[in-house]
């Protein structure tokens, strides 16, 4: 028995090794029984999708496998496998991560944060209203990642002033109690002589009781709200990204895909028709959140949680804490200045290069002919500019370094130094693998073929075709990463959308926003994982959660595909763009 468990234990320790060695050896009769294009690259694709599943080996290395594998088996030149890695939404991407990188640098965000906790309060209701809303904010344009490490430690930090003014007060009044306590005793004492002994000791006890029950009222209160907290920075990050098109990584996967797809699609996706659709499902997702994570956490009296009349001594301590956090900050830079104003102009060209009810600038100034000038190319000018324009005001003192030396010119807002430190490069691989396993299957044909076995789907509604997708979606996401999902499903559903004659975006948008809905694991998300290492949580807690916050998010999904969605995308039509594809010989 002991020599089994020691087998048993040497393999799962090496598990990866042998996945990885395994897997190709256990599927190599596919492409071996039937010698079809199609086949081959259905090889390549399951091989991918049990490796990044697995994660056996790093996702991005995975990701350059069709570098390999495509060429060899004679679907792709390797020319033409290579130019998918650093396609215009690898561009948008990079200049997206450029931006955010520049406002964590400066630490915009946490101003922000701060200066909005500081106006919406301390009471319950209103400190996870705060939370909330500034962790979906601010997830929109930096990482979700990077948003919930932030955010955190400083919603921690509220809340533990809070219970230690709390616990501090019931000292006191316990002591107050206890003086009354004495002079009642002394009292009795005079009276009745013979039971002294009684009324000398009862009290205590009842004293040590009292102290008890409130200390434990007092830690079961906090610990729900730690609870309560943490779930809601995590969830509300995830949630915050789907708003905008560089918010999280699934969504630059749609856009590449449907140009690598429909290359003929006129500019359906873009900065600003996605979030006109996403931003009103994502603020209705968060309203319901909250009022979930309120009810779990919080329970049914608003009246107490938002709190009523003067602020207590607790909030003003916990006031306090937030206010001394944001005057650490010292006074506003004009390096966080010049970030905030380039910011606002890159937001400001997005949404106007192409707003769809009028002419963009894009439109009239260069895209007469063509789509020359895309949502990338704005990113990378403005991302640009990071690195010239200087961190401090020209000709004013600019210090010294920590030698002693006088500093004589400023460095820029951007050095490429704290771009390569910050930089997730895997993830432009993540994104380039996409693009490549999607061009694999145009040109293999397998996209076809999967298209045609799925047209027996034409004979269900629509509407339910797009629930059922996003469940299927949003459950395989909980144990995949979400960037691994979409790039592996998003070409099979293009291709099925062909074959019945529905809009492509009726399944794959919808379908893209529920990969960003893994609540209810903590290795769903790297946020769901921070929220569970700072917040005392168990994994019943965050599944409870997380389970309804999917029911939530696909319903608030697919109420928006058949709405307003609808009508933006017209989607009620099956588009021309749609009818032919890049394929590549």
């Known amino acids: 028995m002991y020599n089994w468990e020691r087998v048993l234990h040497l393999l799962w320790h090496h598990r990866n090794y042998i996945i990885i060695i395994v897997t190709p050896l256990v599927f ?25 599943c697995t994660e056996c080996m790093p996702l991005a290395v995975t990701a350059l496998l069709p570098v390999i594998l495509f060429p060899m088996m004679g679907i792709m030149k390797g020319g033409d496998v290579s130019i998918e890695y650093l396609k215009d939404s690898n561009m948008l991407f990079i200049g997206g991560l450029l931006v955010a990188i520049a406002v964590e640098h ?55 002033q809070l219970k230690d003014t709390e616990t501090q007060a019931n000292e006191r009044d316990l002591q107050t109690q206890d003086a009354d306590n004495h002079a009642f005793e002394l009292e009795v004492q005079t009276k009745l002589e013979t039971i002294h002994e009684r009324d000398t000791q009862d009290p205590v006890c009842v004293h040590d009781t009292q102290r008890e029950f409130r200390e434990k009222a007092i830690e079961a209160k906090y610990g729900l709200l730690t609870k309560g907290m943490s779930l809601s920075v995590c969830y509300s990050a995830s949630i915050g990204g789907t708003a905008t098109l560089t918010g999280t990584t699934p969504n630059l996967i749609l856009k590449g895909q449907m140009d690598e797809i429909f290359p003929n699609n006129t500019d359906v996706i873009n900065f600003a028709s996605w979030f006109g659709f996403c931003f009103p499902s994502m603020v209705l ?18 009246k107490k949680s938002f709190g009523c009349g003067e602020k207590s001594e607790s909030d003003r301590a916990a006031y306090t804490v937030m206010k001394v956090e944001y005057k650490k900050l010292g006074r506003i830079k004009f390096a966080e200045v010049a970030v905030l104003v380039l910011f606002i102009l890159l937001v400001l060209l997005w949404f106007t290069r192409e707003p769809g009810f009028m002419p963009g600038w894009a439109t009239v100034l260069f895209n007469k002919d063509a789509a020359f000038v895309t949502d990338g190319t704005v990113a990378i000018l403005m991302s640009s500019l990071f690195f010239v324009i200087p961190s401090q005001l020209p000709f004013s003192n600019y210090g010294y ?38 061009a694999g299957s145009e040109a293999s044909n397998l996209s076809k073929w999967l298209g045609e076995n799925l047209s027996p ?124 594809t890049n394929s590549k010989p």
């Open 285 to 302: 997702m968060l309203v319901l959140a909250w009022f979930w994570l309120h009810f779990m956490f919080l329970g049914f009296n608003l």
């Open 106 to 160: 400066w630490n915009l965000h946490k101003r922000i944060a701060l200066r909005v906790l500081l106006l919406v309060g301390v009471r319950p209701s209103l400190l996870m209203v705060g939370f909330m809303s500034v962790s979906a904010f601010l997830s929109m344009w930096i990482s979700n990642t990077a948003t919930t490490a932030m955010m955190l430690p400083i919603a921690h930090a509220v809340l533990q």
């Open 28 to 52: 190599l009769p596919l492409p071996l029984v039937y010698p079809s294009s199609e086949a081959r690259c259905g090889y390549a694709i399951i091989l991918m999708a049990l490796y990044w």
């Open 457 to 580: 789907l034409q004979n269900i509604p629509p509407f339910a075709i797009s629930l059922v997708l996003s469940l299927l979606i949003a459950t395989f996401t909980e144990c995949s990463s979400n960037t691994a999902t979409t790039t592996l499903f998003l070409p099979i559903l293009a291709s099925m959308a062909q074959n019945i004659k529905l809009h492509p975006l009726y399944v794959m948008l919808p379908c893209t926003i529920a990969a960003s809905l893994a609540f209810m694991l903590p290795v769903a998300t790297p946020p769901n994982a921070i929220a569970f290492s700072f917040g005392n949580l168990k994994v019943l807690d965050m599944v409870k959660a997380g389970f309804m916050l999917n029911i939530i998010g696909i319903l608030c999904i697919n109420l928006a595909i058949n709405t307003w969605g609808r009508v933006m995308f017209n989607l009620d039509t099956f588009p021309d763009w749609a009818n032919t």
């Open 401 to 438: 370094t920590n030698e002693g030396k006088r500093i004589k010119a400023p460095p820029a807002l951007l050095t490429w130094n704290v771009v390569h430190e910050r930089m997730p490069w895997n993830v432009v691989l993540l994104l380039g693998g996409g693009f490549a396993l999607a």
